[in-house]
């Protein structure tokens, strides 16, 4: 009886064939351990968590997040003529439109001047950027109950007391509406340094030979600024402008935190976004349908003009 042995060469293919799926094995198994968890928790609390919303905006959910009694559309159709839903759209709008292109200039300008600098330049940067790791919630509470807390000893009637003007009840006051300068003034502290560091990267990407170029042409000042800073930061200044829309229209904690201090208070708030409004009637009235609905019709606003500013200013679009 003979037996047949293999070549030395076979075996050691072989056997790095077996090594080799072993360790793919091992590798895969550690894959699965490692990102499982998070899969798990993003499926259930975020994919799970807004199929079921949708369910839920569907149905006549007073007091309970139970599906099933079926209303189809009602909701929507309700909340389109809520006065109170329209009134916050009006609101998020006006807001708007004034936020954005104020924080895109104040960031625009920070960032110019910062990159002017010679020495500095990273402590400037660090400083303005540092309001961005402030919570919106923290900063809130400290525009309401310190700088314009509507005392006398408040830091912006302070400053008022110096030149010789009355206290004033910033947050209160509807005649004129001076709360806004409350809103506007905190949403700025917190935005404005994170978009003049991107308008920063943007900067230092342009080639400085394009600024000699045209020196030596003549040009100076705003005319290079006109011709070479902005049209070179188009790309910057496309996602910025989007990021401000999106993040405006999603405004929350500013206008919860500055009017209210619960859940029912909210409700009497001079000025309330379609966020404070649908989180008084989801938490405070208990119908999780309306609230479903709202929060649906809000995303699909956000999406559509998104997509309307994408394909105004061009966004993607080829240089």
């Known amino acids: 009886m003979t037996t047949t042995t293999r070549p030395p060469q076979v075996r050691t293919v072989a056997t790095a064939t077996r090594t080799r799926r072993r360790t793919d094995r091992s590798a895969i198994l550690a894959f699965v351990v490692l990102t499982a968890p998070m899969v798990l928790g993003l499926g259930l609390f975020k994919y799970v968590a807004i199929g079921w919303s949708f369910l839920l905006s569907l149905s006549e959910a007073r007091g309970t997040i139970d599906v099933g009694s079926w209303v189809g559309l009602d909701n929507y159709e309700f909340l389109l003529r809520d006065p109170g839903f329209r009134s916050s759209l009006v609101t998020i709008l006006l807001f708007t439109v004034f936020i954005v ?6 960031a625009l300008g920070l960032a110019v001047l910062v990159h ?17 790791a402030v919570s919106y919630v923290a900063a809130a509470l400290v525009w309401k109950m310190a700088l314009f807390n509507g005392l006398p000893a408040g830091i912006a009637n302070t400053v008022l007391g110096l030149f010789g003007l009355d206290t004033v009840a910033w947050v209160s006051t509807q005649d004129p509406p001076l709360y806004w300068v409350v809103l506007v003034t905190l949403r700025l502290w917190l935005q404005v ?9 943007g900067l230092q990407s342009i080639p400085p ?12 000042g ?8 902005l049209p070179m930061l188009r790309n910057t200044s496309v996602a910025v402008l989007m990021l401000l829309l999106i993040n405006a229209l999603q405004a929350f904690d500013e206008f919860y935190n500055i009017f209210s201090s619960g859940l029912g208070a909210s409700a009497t708030a001079p000025v309330r976004p379609p966020l404070v409004y649908l989180y008084g009637v989801a938490l405070g009235d208990q119908n999780y349908g309306v609230g479903s609905a709202g929060a649906f019709l809000l995303t699909l606003i956000i999406v559509v003009v998104t997509l309307v500013q994408g394909r105004v200013v061009g966004f993607g679009r080829k240089d």
């Not at 292109?101 to 104040?106: L, M, N, Q, R």
């Not at 340094?193 to 990267?201: E, I, K, P, S």
């Not at 030979?209 to 100076?220: K, Q």
């Open 209 to 220: 030979h394009l600024y000699e170029a045209a020196a030596l042409d003549g040009a100076a």
């Open 222 to 229: 705003w005319s290079m600024f006109r011709h070479i800073t």
């Open 116 to 132: 002017r600098v010679r020495r500095g330049r990273a402590f400037f940067r660090t400083t303005f950027l540092i309001p961005a």
């Open 193 to 201: 340094g994170f978009y003049m560091v991107l308008f920063l990267a």
């Open 101 to 106: 292109p104020v924080t895109f200039a104040g």
